[in-house]
């Protein structure tokens, strides 16, 4: 078991790269401590596999240094370097029996057969797979398939971390979530490092105590899944975390006032505007999620009346479409609570709303 430590790191496919958008991971220093529970979350092509690849030695990166405990890991091929993988698709032998699958990592490295039996018996015991110990793995479905791998994976006890690459997409909708609680429950009984890449907010937020959110080959964000959801980082997190995503409007600050366009914001905190006057960039923008707006139906002192564009009712709550000015927002009002028909009036607390300059958080004294 290890701590991964990423430096300088940057990889690109290119042989002679010249810009930013020619590296798949652009220049990055990253910590994965000893145990942790990640997740590395990101859209499609953000390069959660490239750096998974380099951590496990598939990859040679462009340039930059894979440390584990402090020692360099570069020069050493994958299987020098103790981490188990597990992909999109399940890796099993067909014609060998789960048990065999199961004790393939362990005969590997000349384990005795007492341990294979007890390694084997405690994993299939954790993955529900232990009545099926006997069969061969060409008569298993999908589930139990990367059940398998998920166990070959599990298997070592001396393994540097364990990396899961979209571990759950062959995997039923009815039984992801179960065994999403699974490896959560691998995770504390065994104490390995864990690193769970995945483009779904729901998944990373069960699984990890801690998601690194990759945008763009960089790391915008990492943090626990309340502090990406109160306090993104970055406006892709803003985006990308929550359903519907954060609002974010763009303001400038004049005689003493916010505007988002022409609308006064009554916003009265003078770090936020002082931030916001001494802003050499003209990227501007207040970030506020639609669960943190006050939406009244009726005038109410410092709210700003807004033109309702649509409601749509999910159940136990509703996503209001907003225009404030020419500014479109998003608001959530749930059950029970009054809901505006053409206007509502919406008050922005200021604990929640957040200053974004180049698209980075800024934070204001205040807070
Ligand atoms: N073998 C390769 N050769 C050239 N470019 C590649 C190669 N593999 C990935 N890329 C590019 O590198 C970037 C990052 O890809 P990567 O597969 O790491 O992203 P990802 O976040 O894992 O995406 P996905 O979730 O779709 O797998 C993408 O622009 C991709 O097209």
């Known amino acids: 078991m290890a701590e991964i430590m990423l430096k300088s790191l940057a990889h690109s496919y290119l042989e002679s790269p010249r810009h930013a958008e020619d590296f798949a991971i652009?220049?990055?220093?990253?910590?994965?401590?000893?145990?942790g529970a990640y997740a590395l979350l990101g859209p499609s092509g953000c390069g959660k596999s490239t750096l998974l690849n380099i951590i496990s030695g598939?990859?040679?990166?462009?340039?930059?240094e894979v440390h584990f405990d402090g020692n360099v890991v570069n020069p050493l091929p994958p299987e020098e370097r103790n981490i188990a993988q597990v992909f999109q698709f399940p890796v099993v032998y067909d014609t060998m029996t789960v048990y065999d699958n199961l004790a393939f990592p362990l005969r590997n490295v000349e384990t005795s057969e007492t341990k294979v039996s007890e390694r084997v018996e405690e994993v299939a015991d954790v993955l529900d797979l232990t009545?099926?110990?006997?069969?061969?793995?060409?008569?298993?479905?999908?589930d139990e398939k990367q059940k398998v791998s998920m166990g070959r994976g599990l298997v070592r006890?001396?393994?540097?971390?364990?990396?899961?690459?979209?571990?759950?997409?062959?995997?039923?909708?009815?039984?992801?979530?179960?065994?999403?609680?699974?490896?959560?429950?691998i995770h504390q009984r065994f104490n390995i490092t864990m690193i769970y890449v995945t483009h779904d907010q729901l998944e990373a937020s069960t699984?990890?105590?801690?998601?690194?959110?990759?945008?763009?080959?960089q790391v915008v964000q990492f943090g626990s899944p309340r502090e990406l959801f109160e306090r993104p980082g970055h406006t892709f997190v803003?985006?990308?975390?929550?359903?519907?995503?954060?609002?974010?409007?763009?303001?400038?600050?004049s005689d003493g006032h916010l505007y988002s366009g022409d609308v006064l914001l009554p916003i009265t905190s003078s770090s936020l505007y002082e931030n916001v006057t001494r802003c050499t960039s003209d990227n501007i923008q207040?970030?506020?999620?639609?669960?943190?707006?006050?939406?009244?139906?009726?005038?109410?002192?410092?709210?700003?009346?807004?033109?309702?564009?649509?409601v749509q009712d999910?159940?136990?709550?509703?996503?209001?479409?907003?225009?404030?000015?020419?500014?479109?927002?998003?608001?959530?009002?749930?059950?029970?609570e009054p809901l505006p028909a053409d206007k509502a009036y919406i008050h922005f607390p200021e604990a929640w709303t957040g200053l974004y300059v180049d698209e980075y958080r800024v934070e204001s004294g205040d807070e």
Not at 131 to 142: G, I, P, Q, V, Y
């Open 26 to 35: 652009r220049e990055m220093t990253h910590v994965w401590q000893q145990g």
């Open 58 to 64: 598939l990859l040679v990166p462009t340039s930059g």
């Open 131 to 142: 009545s099926l110990l006997k069969r061969k793995a060409k008569n298993l479905t999908a």
């Open 157 to 185: 006890d001396d393994v540097s971390a364990i990396l899961f690459d979209e571990p759950l997409t062959v995997i039923d909708p009815h039984l992801k979530w179960k065994l999403r609680r699974k490896l959560k429950e």
């Open 207 to 217: 699984f990890a105590d801690k998601i690194a959110v990759m945008y763009e080959g």
């Open 238 to 253: 803003g985006y990308f975390i929550g359903s519907p995503g954060m609002n974010f409007m763009r303001v400038r600050a």
């Open 286 to 310: 207040l970030g506020i999620r639609p669960e943190f707006i006050e939406v009244h139906d009726t005038p109410v002192e410092r709210a700003l009346e807004s033109e309702v564009i649509q």
């Open 314 to 336: 999910l159940g136990t709550y509703s996503i209001l479409s907003l225009r404030l000015g020419n500014v479109a927002l998003k608001a959530r009002v749930e059950e029970g």
